[in-house]
């Protein structure tokens, strides 16, 4: 039986597994017996890279189905430290799985320009988990934030970013649009700030210890990189998902918060 290699970003942790993707996400988010619920964001991994800062002839030995013939459901191969180990260039496609087990499939791309927005709110996915509102378009955070030259930086991020409406180009704009996040005067207050000192460039909103993920709110798409390279993961605008991914958008729509 085929084993498939994933980066699981929610925990971070790199596991071998027997099952397809869809499976994997469902199996991930939901529990073997439906016990447990939340979002599922992983990549599988090529496996034919250089995987030798881990013990993988370990894990594939203990990577055998059940005595019954079912698939072995994981196998954990690394849980701390695993991201910035992994080479970039064997990160393949990602997934993500809605807290019912629906998994959406992206592919990677070129990542878009967003200067046409003067504010983005980032959710950190690993190896930290804290919310942040920035200046700063995507590459830059992510060259910022792991960039050795600052006194505090990681070696490698994953982030996806969250859609601010009319908060993205003014802070004090009077919202059209339902913008379903706590405390939604704290963060025109942390935006405030990034308007009122330029020379700041982050804002932490939430120093949450997981990730509070809505997909239904993010704007662009998953981001992982560091200052030497980064990677993008597109989200499909709604038309799209409406339309090629109905299941999938009705569930993420379904979520509304934690």
Known sequence: ???????????????????????????????SKR?????????????????????????????KTHRDGSPRRSVYVAVFNVLPRLPLAALGRAYLTTPA?????????????????RYHLYQELGPVYPRVASSLEPREFCTCVTSMDNPVSLPRLAFIDFK????ATDCEAALTESLPYQNLDHLR??????????????????????????????????????????????VPDEATLESEHHLWWHSAQAVRGY
């Open 1 to 31: 039986m085929q084993s498939h290699l994933y980066l699981s970003l929610i925990p971070e942790a790199l596991v071998l597994s027997q099952l397809p993707p869809a499976k994997f996400g469902s199996y991930m988010a939901t529990g």
């Open 35 to 63: 016990q447990i619920e939340g979002p599922a964001v992983f990549i599988e991994i090529d496996q034919s890279a250089d995987l030798s800062a881990f013990r993988m002839d370990e894990a594939y030995a203990r990577c």
């Open 101 to 117: 087990g629906i998994t959406l499939a992206l592919d990677e791309a070129p990542a878009p320009s967003l200067a046409q927005d």
């Open 164 to 167: 601010l409406g009319g908060l």
């Open 189 to 234: 207050e942390c935006l405030r700030s990034l308007r009122d000192h330029p020379e700041r460039k982050t804002k932490t909103v939430y120093r949450g210890m997981r990730p509070d993920i809505l997909f239904s709110l993010i704007r662009s798409g998953l981001y992982l990189g560091d200052a030497g390279g980064m990677k993008f993961y597109p």
